[in-house]
């Protein structure tokens, strides 16, 4: 049958008690109930244990052999029935995380650690690509879940919550003609070279970029294309265009670009940074992290 668990408990309260009775009364099991199972567990070993003396119940040689392999067996299946319950409670394994670059500049250094701090037994991986690839991921289950810039298309496989949302501003270098004004109407760019994001790896972006043109009145005249925000910002500040860029760029701009709020009412909040994972995750820490993410952004 076997040796379990329950005997090696038995045998080293018997040890460590020296009586059988107290042993018995520590483990709320009948005193006989006690001595059969301790004789089983002789039988699978192949020897005697524990002997009765004047001095009560002690370790043979063999008894003193086992003892410690016993407790150590007890100590990593308490160990291994701690971690399976904590990883089922989300407090303790690793949460693979993905996310955009933009999602470094206020979400990510405001949530992680809150985070780490709240589950300091969870590691994390962190991941970097653009919210095209970031969804392709956590699709493959590659990644537990990505913080990627939206708006994204819906998609039955992902599950998406709005974390934080942001206004389009307009990032000109700092000689353009327009860099003194603080706010303007899109329209006024329409003559404008532009540095858009790339339609096939940042979708959203390009077609949030574009609506808004298309509805100030005019076709963007594209000189490059970009991923990343810091891109696009370092394309600007070469004087390669001006470009639509989320608001939240401003805390951490180059020197050399100036940025200006638009009048146009399609650019407040109509980007976001959303927090996307599968819908079959079987993760809780996804939902701890959404949690805490939530609870900050609106604090």
């Known amino acids: ?14 040890a460590e008690h020296g009586s059988y009775r107290q042993a ?14 301790i004789q089983k567990l002789e039988a699978e070993v192949g020897a005697q244990l524990l002997e009765r003396g004047s001095k009560g119940v002690t370790l043979t040689p063999a008894g003193h ?10 100590f990593y299946s308490e160990q291994a029935c701690r971690s399976a319950r904590l990883v089922a409670l989300g407090e303790w394994g690793t949460l693979r995380l993905g996310f955009v670059g933009s999602a ?18 969870v590691k994390i991986e962190l991941r970097e690509d653009s919210s095209i690839g970031l969804i392709g991921l956590v699709r493959n289950h590659e990644i537990d879940a990505a913080v ?12 998406a919550w709005v974390i934080q949302r942001d206004d389009l501003v307009l990032a000109v270098p700092v000689g353009h003609p327009l860099a003194s004004r603080k706010k303007l109407s899109l ?20 077609g949030e970029a574009l609506s808004l043109c298309h509805k100030a009145g005019f076709t963007p005249r594209v000189s490059q294309e970009a991923i990343q925000v810091q891109t696009q910002l370092s394309l600007v500040a070469s004087g390669m265009g001006i470009a639509l860029v989320p608001a939240v760029t401003r805390s951490y701009s180059p020197q050399h670009v100036r940025f200006i709020d638009l009048a146009d009412d399609g650019a ?32």
């Open 148 to 159: 990627v810039r939206g708006p994204i298309a819906e998609e039955d496989a992902i599950e």
């Open 24 to 37: 018995a009364e520590k483990l709320f099991v009948a005193q006989p109930a006690l001595s059969v199972s």
């Open 268 to 299: 407040r909040r109509c980007l976001s940074l959303s927090l996307v994972a599968h819908r079959d995750t079987r993760s809780p820490l996804v939902g701890r992290l959404r949690d805490k993410m939530l609870m900050l952004v609106a604090s």
């Open 187 to 206: 329209k006024e760019c329409r003559n404008e070279q532009f540095v858009l994001y790339a339609s096939t790896l940042v979708p959203g972006l390009h």
């Open 104 to 121: 470094t500049y206020t979400l990510l250094p405001l949530c992680v650690p809150a985070f780490r701090t709240d589950h300091p037994d």
């Open 65 to 74: 052999a086992l003892i410690k392999d016993a407790k150590t067996a007890l």
């Open 1 to 14: 049958m076997g040796i379990t668990l329950r005997q090696f408990q038995q045998f080293i309260a018997v």
